[in-house]
């Protein structure tokens, strides 16, 4: 048989394969006799490039690493659904369809998928093109990722051209297998199922995205040339028989009544599927109605997004420990009865301090209802008092630090109590872990479990010892062995080429975050004339007084640490002021108090501070009348409520892109109104 003849069999099997495999769940052959129909298909394909199909499985395994994503303008945009939060906010919107249509209307009700929103083009039946939605016009081209989700067809039987929308997710179980792992190798772990596929599928080496096992449902189709399809429930139905996997378990209703029943049933349920659902959505089926409905400039007029409440979970407190922190601060921490929460399993719950829990009179044995707050940190709500039995105790913070011993103080006007003591163990610990943490000196890998093995082993005392540290000095550390060993000390490696201002933040200096740093970095040339710096230097520089100022001071008089930046010098941790190239941006923000809300969809939450910041604007932490606009994310909470209380205005994260695009400060105005 020639090569290009066994090429059209082996992709042939591999798809016979793989739909037994995926989309039948019943597999004829094992995973090492399917590697090796790949294997052979890949070194065929290598040794005839001419004869690559475009409709190959081997782009399965990934390709070549990208330097960084091109840009697709959408040929639909990609548009974002307005959102109910209410049964009535649901009815509202059913007599704003019936007004406008004037006729009978039925709704198709879809979960809401917690994933990433992607967009997949064919052409001639060939998978030509996927995109993520970006800010709805343009999005990034994301093709080869795409490729690797086994669940995408590469290939459909329908010559035109084609354009659906999906979610791109990963199942409960997949998402816990890799936090393990995660865990395991001492990395930073995903805060929930949307962050980890969201991450892996912006990857640009696209076989880190082929070993994550990435999902997809697809629940719209956006484009085709010809048809005859009258109702989005036939097109789903069409969608189907071309071997999408669609939107599972959607429904038919003519009734606003009996879709809240629905909504109802699933609130509750949900967490039985086997993926996170955050919401469910309804839209208007007739495709005809549709389009007399239109769009506002946002969002289609003929469906709504109805997002689930903050999930709660009763569960037991079974003990309160306390932990001291970086600054000495005692923070008491719940231990819970481990239960499932919006993705993870929880365990623990913070109480802030001893104020909180005398307020909701929290006591150990209690049985409590547990949330997670902007559905990553969990919080205890609140107290369920009818479950007590007597047997609960009243809690009360150590009058000595749990870890030096040294008696506690709490300060007037303060609500947290602290040990003062600055040779106090625990602080000297939660310091190094301040150092290398992402904000700071982001050393990757050295997190807190690493940096308690690095101090329980005498290897460092403070931190300038992580730059002594040689790789045979941990290799033989529990839990450490040869790849995580010289990970680390590589990662230690180049965190010394870092701008100066992660290191002042790393220094720990108080009241200095990292906002504080960036402004010292900024006004002065290095960390030397920072020292050298007077009061009157220091107090006028923007966002500084008195405070801030005589901190800055206090931190270098200590002999201690002006012997620690002796060692981090000698070892040769950058101290000099990167000068940052002007990025021609726009202060289109200026002027501005922004408050960022909720877990946003593809930014991180620092990176969308970085963007405002760079565009002049100010990154505020709460709400009140003289914030300008609220970016709100998913699960966004009080902020948002106070938000809406106040009439200030709230975007989300596609708005907020798009403002990012916009080169006038005028613009932007316009578009916050
Ligand atoms: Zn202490």
Redesign the pocket.
């Known amino acids: 048989m020639d090569a290009k003849n066994r090429i059209s069999e082996l992709i042939d099997l591999i798809n016979y394969h793989n739909n037994r495999y995926y989309n039948e769940d019943s597999p004829e052959i094992s995973d090492f006799e399917y590697d090796k129909l790949m294997k052979e298909l890949i070194k065929l394909e290598e040794e005839n490039p001419k004869l690559k199909r475009a409709d190959s499985p081997s782009s399965r395994v990934g390709g070549k690493p990208l330097d960084k994503f091109n840009q697709v303008t959408h040929k639909i945009p990609m548009l974002s659904l307005s959102n109910a939060y209410s049964a009535q906010d649901l009815r509202d919107f059913d007599k704003r369809v019936r007004d406008s249509i004037n006729e009978g209307v039925e709704y198709v009700v879809e979960f809401k998928i917690d994933g990433l929103s992607v967009g997949l083009t064919y052409n001639n039946g060939i998978f030509e093109k996927g995109a993520t939605r970006g800010n709805g016009i343009i999005g990034e081209d994301i093709t080869q990722n795409l490729k690797t989700v086994k669940t995408i067809p590469l290939k459909v039987e329908d010559n035109e051209e084609i354009v659906v929308r999906g979610e791109v997710y990963i199942s409960k179980e997949n998402f816990e297998t890799i936090n393990k792992i995660q865990e395991e190798e001492g990395l930073q772990l995903f805060a929930n199922p949307r962050n980890l596929a969201a991450g892996t599928l912006r990857q640009l080496d696209s076989k880190l995205t082929a070993k994550r096992p990435l999902d997809i449902f697809i629940f719209n189709l956006e484009y085709i040339e010809n048809t005859e399809l009258k109702t989005h429930s036939e097109s789903l139905e069409y969608l189907n028989k071309l071997g999408f996997k669609v939107s599972p378990n959607y429904k038919v209703f003519s009734d606003m009544d009996e879709i809240i029943k629905h909504i109802d049933y699933w609130t509750v349920n949900r967490s039985n599927l086997p993926f996170e659902i955050d919401g469910m959505v309804i839209k208007v089926n007739n495709l005809s109605q549709r389009e007399k409905m239109g769009y506002t400039a946002k969002s289609p007029r003929w469906a709504i997004a109805y997002k689930f409440p903050a999930e709660q979970k009763k569960t037991k407190l079974i003990d309160i420990i306390v932990e001291?922190g970086r600054t000495g601060t005692i923070t008491p921490t719940a231990i819970l009865e481990p239960v499932r929460l919006a993705g993870t399993t929880v365990s623990r719950a913070t109480l802030h301090n001893e104020d909180y829990i005398n307020e909701k009179d929290i006591r150990i044995g209690d049985t409590v209802i547990v949330q997670k707050a902007g559905d990553i940190i969990p919080q205890v709500v609140e107290v369920v008092k009818d479950e007590r039995t007597g047997d609960e105790i009243i809690f009360k913070l150590p009058e000595k630090?749990p870890?030096?011993s040294?008696p506690t103080v709490r300060l007037e006007g303060e609500a947290a109590v602290k040990?003062i003591?600055i040779s106090?163990p625990?602080?000297i610990r939660r310091g190094i872990i301040h150092f290398a943490s992402r904000d700071a000196m982001n050393i990757e890998g050295l997190g807190e479990s690493i940096v308690t093995l690095l101090l329980d082993n005498k290897i460092i005392k403070d931190i300038a010892d992580l730059y002594y540290i040689n790789k045979e000095d941990i290799i033989n550390l529990e839990r450490m062995g040869e790849k995580s060993a010289s990970n680390l000390v590589n990662a230690i490696e180049k965190s010394k080429q870092n701008d100066l201002y992660r290191l002042i933040n790393g220094l720990g200096i108080k009241y200095i975050g990292v906002k504080g740093a960036k402004v010292l970095a900024k006004n002065f040339k290095s960390l030397d004339e920072i020292i050298n710096a007077d009061m009157s230097e220091l107090i006028n520089l923007e966002e500084f007084g008195d405070i801030m100022a005589n901190s800055v001071i206090q931190f270098f008089k200590e002999e201690k640490n002006i012997g620690v930046i002796k060692k981090l010098e000698d070892a040769g941790v950058n101290t000099k002021s990167i000068v940052s190239e002007d990025k021609g941006l726009v202060n289109i923000f200026e002027g501005m108090k922004i408050v960022l809300t909720g877990t946003l969809p593809t930014l991180k939450r620092n990176d969308a501070k970085e963007m405002i910041e760079a565009r002049g604007g100010k990154a505020t932490s709460s709400v009140s009348k003289s914030t300008t606009f609220v970016l709100a994310g998913e699960e966004a909470g009080s902020k948002l409520t106070k938000a809406n209380e106040l009439g200030i205005p709230v975007i989300d994260e596609n708005e907020f892109l798009e403002m990012i695009e916009h080169t006038s400060k005028e613009d932007v105005e316009m578009m916050i109104k």
């Open positions: 001291v630090c870890v030096c040294e040990c003591n106090c625990a602080q």
